[in-house]
Every structure is written in C-alpha cells, then in structure tokens.
Nanobody, 124 residues
C-alpha cells in the first residue's frame, strides 16, 4: 500500500520561508511525475509545482514561479518544496501527489493516483 507523508508546514510571516517534505512508502514506480498542490479555504485545489522523478523536468504555477523550488530524491522516494518570499495568498493546505504517468500542468490532479494527507501552511 502506497503512503505519502508530508511534513514541514507551519506558520510564518510574510516574506518568510518554509520547506515541505513528502516521503513515500510502498511505492516502487520510477520516472513518474510527482507534484505539490494546495487548497485554500473556499477555493478549489490548484497545482503548485511538478517534478519528474529521475529526470530534470520541473514546472511551476505562475503564482509561485521564482519563489518556490521543487526537487526530488530519487533513491529515497522523497520530494521537497522549498518556499520563499511567502505571501498571505500562499496560505492553504499543501498536498503531495505521486505516481502520475506524465507531467503536464494542464492535466490537473486527476492523473495522480496517490495523495498525502496534507500539511497546513499559514502566512500572515
């Protein structure tokens, strides 16, 4: 059974930084797409960043480009999201997703079969 566990969320001041981690257990896929999504209260879940495990592909939503960096540790099946210059509009629950057969920003959440439970990020 695949399990994703996120960590690293918290409360920070505007302009601050946080680093989120997502560790997978029971996952044996390679070269799949992993991603970070977020959901603010009353809003739909939106994608934040994508990375291809074992490759060099990354992509970012326009709202976070230049401020966030996604990276992957292939051996440990772990993905990170380094968030900087945080803004109040970055507040939300951040979810890790894994196992998509391809990376495509327009594909949305539906192509990811595995999800973490979410970690809260609050910027004020």
């Amino acid at each position: 059974q695949v399990q994703l566990v996120e960590s690293g969320g918290g409360s920070v001041r505007t302009g601050g930084s946080l680093r989120l981690s997502c560790a997978a257990s029971g996952y044996t896929g390679s070269n799949s797409c992993w991603g970070w999504f977020r959901q603010a209260p009353g809003k739909e879940r939106e994608w934040v960043a994508l990375v291809r495990m074992g490759g060099v592909y990354t992509d970012y939503a326009a709202s976070v480009k230049g401020r966030f960096t996604i990276s992957a540790h292939n051996t440990n099946n772990t993905v990170f999201l380094q968030m900087g210059s945080l803004k109040p509009e970055d507040t939300g629950t951040y979810y890790c997703a894994a196992g998509a057969p391809y990376c495509a920003a327009g594909a949305g959440a539906r192509i990811f079969p595995y999800w973490g439970q979410g970690t809260q990020v609050t910027v004020s």
